[in-house]
T-cell receptor
C-alpha cells in the first residue's frame, strides 16, 4: 500500500468555483502534514502545513482527521492562477526526516 | 527565492559522460535530499542526508553517486546513465523534518 494516496484528477473547474482535494496516508505514526503546489516544469513549493485543529490561509482551508488518516484541501473562489498540481505530503518522526509524497492532484481553473 | 540553489539548471549528456549536479542550501538546515521526477510520475526519493550522513538510499542504481561534504552542499555524481534516467532532479532541504524547501531542479536529458 502506498504511503500517501491522492486522486490524480484532473479537476477542471470554472473560475469562482469551490474545489476540494482529498488525501489518505497509510502509517498512523505520521506526524507532520503538508500541502505543496507544483506548477508545470517547476519545483514544488509549500502551500500550507496542516494542523490537527484545521487551518485556513485566505481562500485555502486544510483539514486533518487522524482517526481516518485523511487530509483535505479546500480552495474557495478559484482563480486562474490556482491551476497547478497539488501534492499531499506527510512526514514520520522515526524515518530520519523522510517525507512521503502523493502523486499529486491536477487542477485546471477555466475562465 | 535563493534558499536552495541548484546548478546546472539544464544538462544534456551522453551515456558515456560523467557529470555532477550541485545543490546548495542557505537556510541552515540539517537535512538534504535528492529526488527524481519523471514526466507524469510522482516524486521519487533517491537519497537523504542528515548532518552530512546518508540515512536513506532508496534502491538507487550505482550510476548515481551522492556526496555531501558539509550540511550546506550536496552533489549527485552521474556516470554511464541511461536514456530512462532523463528527468527533473530536485534537491531539497529541511530542518528536523518540519518543512521541506526545494531547489529549482536540474532538467537532465540523457542521449
Amino acid at each position: 500500500r502506498k504511503e500517501v494516496e491522492q486522486d490524480p484528477g484532473p479537476f477542471n473547474v470554472p473560475e469562482g468555483a469551490t474545489v476540494a482535494f482529498n488525501c489518505t496516508y497509510s502509517n498512523s505514526a505520521s506526524q507532520s502534514f503538508f500541502w505543496y503546489r507544483q506548477d508545470c516544469r517547476k519545483e514544488p513549493k509549500l502551500l500550507m502545513s496542516v494542523y490537527s485543529s484545521g487551518n485556513e490561509d485566505g481562500r485555502f482551508t486544510a483539514q486533518l482527521n487522524r482517526a481516518s488518516q485523511y487530509i483535505s484541501l479546500l480552495i474557495r473562489d478559484s482563480k486562474l492562477s490556482d491551476s497547478a498540481t497539488y501534492l499531499c505530503v506527510v512526514n514520520r518522526a522515526n524515518t530520519g526526516n523522510q517525507f512521503y509524497f502523493g502523486t499529486g492532484t491536477s487542477l485546471t481553473v477555466i475562465p | 527565492e535563493t534558499g536552495v540553489t541548484q546548478t546546472p539548471r539544464h544538462l544534456v549528456m551522453g551515456m558515456t559522460n560523467k557529470k555532477s549536479l550541485k545543490c546548495e542550501q542557505h537556510l541552515g538546515h540539517n537535512a538534504m535530499y535528492w529526488y527524481k521526477q519523471s514526466a507524469k510520475k510522482p516524486l521519487e526519493l533517491m537519497f537523504v542526508y542528515n548532518f552530512k550522513e546518508q540515512t536513506e538510499n532508496n534502491s538507487v542504481p550505482s550510476r548515481f553517486s551522492p556526496e555531501c561534504p558539509n550540511s550546506s552542499h550536496l552533489f549527485l555524481h552521474l556516470h554511464t546513465l541511461q536514456p530512462e534516467d532523463s528527468a527533473l532532479y530536485l534537491c531539497a532541504s529541511s530542518q528536523d523534518g518540519v518543512t521541506q524547501y526545494f531547489g529549482p531542479g536540474t532538467r537532465l536529458t540523457v542521449l
